[in-house]
């Protein structure tokens, strides 16, 4: 995502989830956003089959 | 002889017991000590002089009236401040949930020590929900470090290293969502252990991510590490992530050496992106240990990544209702990071969770060739408190996400982890790990290491 999508995008999802971001936090949150899209693409990189289950309660 | 405030828990209990010094004259001590220490180390938040004498009390006069004493008789120890003790509100770091009532019971651990005749004497600075690996903290201030109090301690269970390396206590408590019990292991020199995912119960305890989250003991020797260990594992039914499993106790074969272990060093991701030290550190134990191979764990920084996901989602759901209704009394650094977790898309989330399985799968079948894998804690000696940002690979990059790279991948899929020191101008440290449930290997592991002076708690200078 570019800068302004980015804001665009905290901006929106602020809005759905009642959240207030004070202009002094923005800077903050938006480099958080940035860092986990980074994660994210590396996740989203990554092919799995259809047929792979997630572990959303790990059982070791 | 041993100072009696860097005295291994089992050197106290075996006085204790023996009757060489009292429960009580202990106690009096350590209290003494966290008076003379904690203004400068800051490691707890709170103490529980009263509570801890009626137990040193109670257990002289078992002793004086000829009953058995448990295998921790006397042993005083601390908690991170996000366990239940019954009496305080639970504040987990924060500000706001300091506002809750007092805990009307205390959390299963601690009762479980206790009941082994331990002595709780406090609860211990931690970084904010837990989400943090440096031991700062915006409302109680830092946890110093004992080796330099202008240096990190690590996080998040900061006051538990800082407790436990500065000679305040021999044992504390933690909680490891993503490394918070090994990274302050090796920033301050001293001996963690993250157990399997589900062996010990949360019961009782302020959550961070319910599928990430253990809780295990810092000490300054592998053995009291096994002692507490033992003490406290068995199912509960008040965590239902605990595994309904028979208690496995270590403590009897943590003597009985490495002969037959098939040992590997972690390779590719393990080996980028740490300093000279820290590389030093592994290089260390793997001559000692006779390693010859590398071992890659395949896709660890997608692994990373995918912790990194489900951590900030789910640590962000559990915060919504105050992210919404109070923000700005969080801490700044905590608060930023949850916003944006509050803001990942749930499928990001989802397919996290699938990688994580296949993940798991991937490394689980690596021990079918090895019994145990080491790596670094951290990448570095510890920081500077304030500093922001550092140079891996070089690369400049936060401090505060970063100090847990190579944690993250191991704790993912819940694998045992035994945190070695290597002593230093500042100490860095070593993760012995081991396959699901196979606690005793990892600890024999680190046991032998000790035994042999390879690794050892980090006396600081100054004490």
Redesign the interface.
């Known amino acids: 995502m570019t800068d302004a999508e980015t804001d665009a ?2 901006d929106a ?2 809005a759905a ?6 202009p002094e ?1 923005r800077e ?2 938006r480099t ?2 940035a ?2 899209f ?3 693409a ?5 092919e ?1 089959p259809d047929e ?9 | 002889m041993t100072q009696p405030h860097w005295q291994t828990a089992a050197e106290i209990t075996a006085a204790v017991t023996a009757g060489r010094t009292t429960a009580r004259a202990v106690t009096e001590a350590t209290l003494a000590r966290i008076a003379a220490r904690n203004p400068t180390l800051n490691a707890f938040t709170d103490t529980t002089a009263p509570r801890a004498l009626a137990q040193a009390d109670a257990i002289d006069a078992a002793r004086a009236a000829g009953q058995p004493l448990g295998p921790l008789a006397g042993v005083p120890f601390a908690v991170k401040n996000l366990f239940d003790v019954a009496g305080l509100p639970t504040r987990a770091g924060s500000a706001i949930n300091r506002e809750r009532p007092p805990a009307t019971a205390d959390a299963t651990l601690i009762a479980r020590l206790e009941a082994a005749g331990a002595i709780l004497v406090g609860a211990l600075n931690m970084g904010e929900y837990a989400y943090d690996f440096t031991g700062e903290n915006r409302h109680d201030g830092p946890s110093r470090n004992p080796h330099d109090p202008a240096r990190m301690t690590g996080g998040s269970s900061g006051g538990s290293g800082a407790a436990v390396a500065g000679g305040l206590v021999p044992l504390a408590l933690g909680s490891d969502t993503n490394g918070s019990i090994r990274v302050p292991s090796a920033l301050c020199g001293i001996f963690g252990l993250k157990p ?3 062996r010990l119960p949360r019961t009782n305890s302020f959550p961070f991510v ?3 989250d253990h809780l295990g003991p810092f000490a300054r020797s592998v053995t009291d590490l096994a002692l507490s260990y033992d003490a406290m594992q068995g199912t509960d039914a008040g965590d239902p ?1 605990c ?1 309904n499993r028979a208690p496995e106790p270590v403590s009897a074969t943590l003597a009985t050496g490495i002969a037959g272990l098939r040992i590997a060093r972690a390779g590719g991701y393990f080996r980028a992106n740490l300093t000279p030290e820290a590389d030093r550190a592994v290089s260390h134990v793997a001559t000692a240990l006779g390693i010859t191979t590398d071992i890659e764990l395949p ?1 660890a ?2 692994a990373r ?2 912790a ?2 489900i951590t ?1 989602a789910e640590g962000a759901a559990l915060h ?1 209702a105050r ?2 209704t109070r ?2 009394d969080f801490d ?1 650094d905590v ?3 949850l ?6 898309p749930a499928t ?1 989330v ?9 993940y ?1 799968d991937a490394v689980l079948r690596l021990f079918e060739h090895v019994d145990a894998i080491i790596a670094p804690s951290t990448p570095c000696a510890a920081p500077l408190l304030g500093q922001k940002t550092f140079t891996l690979g070089g690369t400049e990059l936060p401090v505060r ?1 970063n100090l847990g790279i190579f944690t993250q991948p191991i704790s993912f ?3 045992p982890v035994a945190a070695v020191p290597i002593a230093g101008t500042l100490p860095t440290g070593v993760q012995i790990i081991a396959a ?2 196979r606690e005793d290997i990892a600890l024999r592991i680190a046991h032998h290491l000790e035994t042999a002076g390879i690794v050892a708690a980090q006396r600081p200078q100054d004490t």
């Open positions: 995008f905290m999802s602020a989830l009642g959240l207030a971001i004070q936090w903050a949150v958080n956003l860092v986990t980074r994660m994210a590396l996740v989203l990189d990554f799995l792979a289950e997630p572990a959303p309660v790990f059982t070791a | 399997t995912f589900g319910s599928s990430l992530g595994a896709e920084a997608r990544a995918a990194y996901l900030t919504l992210l919404r923000p700005a700044p608060r930023d990071r916003i944006a977790g509050a803001m990942v990001l989802i397919q996290a969770q699938k990688f994580r399985r296949w798991r996400p899929i819940g694998l699901p449930w």
